[in-house]
């Protein structure tokens, strides 16, 4: 496994070819959407209607079980990152086994759920610590897929990447469902992506996000 195989940059790749590009201008009017009263009085509108998102999932589930590291796979093990990647990796999992089932493919997944915590002392700066698995060693020869719900800068994913490639993992790729274009980012682009998204505070859906 090469540590540097998942690392793909936005000054190599065409975003547009991965992923569909939410404009920058606003998006849905809310008047239009049954809006959870939660969150009725912070939305200025709706960004991504949450039917586009379930397609978008599905058809993700496809590509990632179609890709070429899985072809030999007898067993997929997902990270599922918490809390925001939750609600993504459920109906990402329920999407893929859909398509398993209907479609004679030989493969189990397993899940697991993990927290990535980055963080500095006078030994270290900006580590990341993953959370959850006691032995990560668990993860040698394995094909594995953390599941997160948005990619900001990209800096944590590189680190929890380079941390997991000591462990030899078999494969190692990375489903987001957003990723978002601001000018912090690092250049790190997810193996799928769901939707690139403005630079904006996005709630809803289970997401933990930043504010720009």
Do not use: W
Request: hydrophobic share 35%; charged share 20%; aromatic share 8%.
């Amino acid at each position: 496994y090469n540590e540097y195989k998942s690392y793909l940059s936005m000054d190599t790749v065409d975003i547009s070819k991965k992923c569909l590009v939410i404009p920058d201008q606003k998006g849905y009017d809310i008047n239009m959407f049954n809006i959870p009263v939660k969150y009725s009085e912070f939305l200025d509108y709706i960004l991504i209607p949450n039917g586009l998102v379930k397609d978008r999932t599905q058809k993700l589930a496809v590509d990632i079980l179609s890709a070429e590291p899985l072809k030999e796979c007898k067993q997929l093990v997902v990270l599922c990152v918490l809390k925001g990647g939750y609600k993504f990796c459920s109906e990402l999992v329920d999407a893929m086994e859909q398509h398993i089932s209907s479609s004679n493919i030989y493969l189990t997944i397993k899940v697991e759920f993990i927290r990535l915590k980055s963080y500095h002392n006078t030994e270290s700066k900006g580590e990341v610590q993953v959370i959850g698995l006691s032995d990560l060693s668990c993860l040698t020869n394995k094909d594995v897929l953390i599941v997160e719900d948005i990619i900001d800068t990209g800096n944590t994913m590189r680190k929890t990447l380079s941390l997991l490639s000591t462990y030899k993992p078999n494969s190692v790729q990375c489903a987001s469902l957003l990723l978002k274009r601001t000018p912090k980012s690092s250049g790190y682009i997810p193996d799928y992506i769901g939707f690139s998204c403005p630079d904006s505070f996005v709630v809803g859906y289970g997401l933990v996000s930043i504010a720009p």
